[in-house]
């Protein structure tokens, strides 16, 4: 069993930043892609960001992409969301995940297992 546990979310202002923190336990963590999703009230979970097994690879949603930073430390079992530039727009509860390969996609069905999310404000 696989058991993910985010952390770091809370109340910031626009042009603000945060990072986000996944701890992981119960798989090897080395092995696998980890993604990054959102999920706004109202709306369906959408994809952010992905980092490979190595952390070699990333991928983000165009909505993010060069503000977001994903990152990996495979000897503390952590990934992590550097969010710079907020906009009230990225107001979600945000949701890591693990994927069932080494290479993540923007697809939630690729991944297997989510943690409970954290709550991400960003006030204008």
């Known amino acids: 069993q696989v058991q993910l546990v985010e952390s770091g979310g809370g109340l910031v202002q626009a042009g603000g930043s945060l990072r986000l923190s996944c701890a992981a336990s119960?798989?090897?963590?080395?092995?696998?892609?980890m993604g990054w999703f959102r999920q706004a009230p109202g709306k369906e979970r959408e994809f952010v960001a992905t980092i490979n097994w190595s952390g070699e690879h990333t991928y983000y949603a165009n909505s993010v992409e060069g503000r977001f930073t994903v990152s990996r430390d495979n000897t503390k079992n952590t990934v992590y969301l550097q969010m710079s530039s907020l906009k009230p727009e990225d107001t979600a509860i945000y949701y890591c995940?693990?994927?069932?390969?080494?290479?993540?996609?923007?697809?939630?069905?690729?991944?297997?297992?989510w943690g409970q999310g954290t709550q991400v404000t960003v006030s204008s």
């Open positions: 995940a693990t994927a069932s390969s080494q290479y993540g996609t923007s697809w939630y069905r690729h991944y297997n297992y």
């Open positions: 119960g798989r090897t963590f080395s092995s696998y892609a």
